[in-house]
């Protein structure tokens, strides 16, 4: 008896071990279906739930929601609480027993201005206020192209050491701390630079309402330096989630996809080894991917979409839905 004891300790381990390592091989892409350019032309967030995806479109769009189904049909679209914004580059989700929030990342500062004050021209200085980062929070019940979101909070948002890029947000699903993971593309004039990975804890967004927060530095992550081999935009973050486990971090670059076991993320000291703290996901070549979500029901199988057309050299328009599974 203590014998087969041992044997289903033993095998448990091996399996709980397995559950934590990274993935060693990913399937080659499919396609699943596209999204329409008309009215998802620039998609850059998404949320994947078990039957639907929850979509965004980039800078200067519409304030709107759009749910299709995970072939791209369109399902529902949701107007949000303002006429608009100024950059939406990201979607997070976070569960609760009682509800589920979703959060509008409108990160996006791609001359790295906002929130600061320019002079204006002329006899009379005009002071023109470049609008703050700001994460917009809804609730949802049912998380379901059924159920209109319901607006709950703005939140102002300022870096530490001043305005960043950011195209990436995540949620952590079990201590609900908020992430956004800065996009360095200013490289024409200061070099290659690692991405900084930012947080809010869950008391501060989820309770801390209509105020601006000072958001707090966790770590660089040296995306740079992990895709050295890849082309100039390859080194750029363009989106990330968590597996629905927490284990693990996902992000998106413009030539491939980087998973990173979460405990080595989450310790700053810590240098990141290939193929003990990360590994690299060979994606498809798209021409501007921008967004990436776990899949719900499935956390080592991920879903990635593009803003412009199927591919560098393709003529057409539609965004094609790309998905992905560990297989080894």
């Known amino acids: 008896m203590r014998y087969i004891a041992s044997i289903l300790v033993l095998a448990f381990s091996s399996y709980t071990a397995s559950a934590e390592s990274l ?3 990913w399937s080659e892409p499919v396609e699943m279906g596209s999204l329409p350019e008309d009215p998802i032309e ?3 967030g998404l949320i994947a739930t078990p039957f639907h995806l929850l979509n965004i479109n980039d800078s200067g769009s519409a304030a709107k929601l759009y749910w299709t189904t995970q072939t ?56 023109i206020q470049y609008p703050m980062v700001e994460l917009h929070v809804f609730k949802s019940k049912s998380l379901h192209p059924d159920e209109a979101p319901e607006f ?27 992430f956004i993971l800065t996009k360095e593309s200013r490289f024409d004039k200061y070099g290659h ?14 309770t801390q309402r209509s105020r601006t927060l000072t958001i707090e530095k966790v770590r660089d992550l040296p995306i740079h330096e992990i895709n050295a081999e890849k082309g100039d935009y390859g080194k750029l973050a363009t989106g990330m989630d968590i597996s629905p486990d927490g284990k ?33 996901i060979p994606t498809k070549n798209l021409t501007q991917e921008e967004a990436i979500s776990y899949l719900e ?21 539609d965004s094609p839905i790309i998905k992905q599974s560990c297989i080894r």
């Not at 001359?111 to 002071?127: D, P, Q």
């Not at 001043?162 to 990436?168: C, R, V």
């Not at 029901?297 to 328009?317: C, W």
């Open 23 to 25: 993935c060693n091989q």
């Open 152 to 178: 709950s909070h703005t939140i102002k948002v300022k870096y530490p050491d001043g305005p960043h890029n950011a195209e990436s947000m995540a949620v952590h699903p079990t201590t609900g701390d908020l």
């Open 297 to 317: 029901q499935s956390p080592r199988t991920i879903i990635y979409t593009t803003e412009v057309g199927r591919s560098i050299d393709s003529s057409s328009s």
């Open 72 to 127: 791209g049909d369109l399902v529902k679209t949701h107007r949000l609480s303002v006429d608009r914004y100024y950059d939406t580059e990201a979607l997070a989700v976070f569960k609760t027993p009682e509800t589920n929030y979703i959060i509008v990342g409108d990160i996006g500062d791609n001359h790295e201005r906002r929130g600061e004050a320019l002079a204006g021209m002329g006899f009379v200085a005009n002071i």
């Open 42 to 44: 620039e998609a850059s």
């Open 248 to 280: 693990f971090l996902l992000i998106l670059t413009y030539d491939n996809a980087l998973e990173f076991k979460w405990e080595s993320v989450i310790a700053p000291s810590r240098n990141l080894v290939r193929n003990r703290d990360y590994s690299e």
């Open 193 to 206: 630079r690692p991405s900084q990975l930012f947080r809010f804890t869950k008391s501060q967004w989820l």
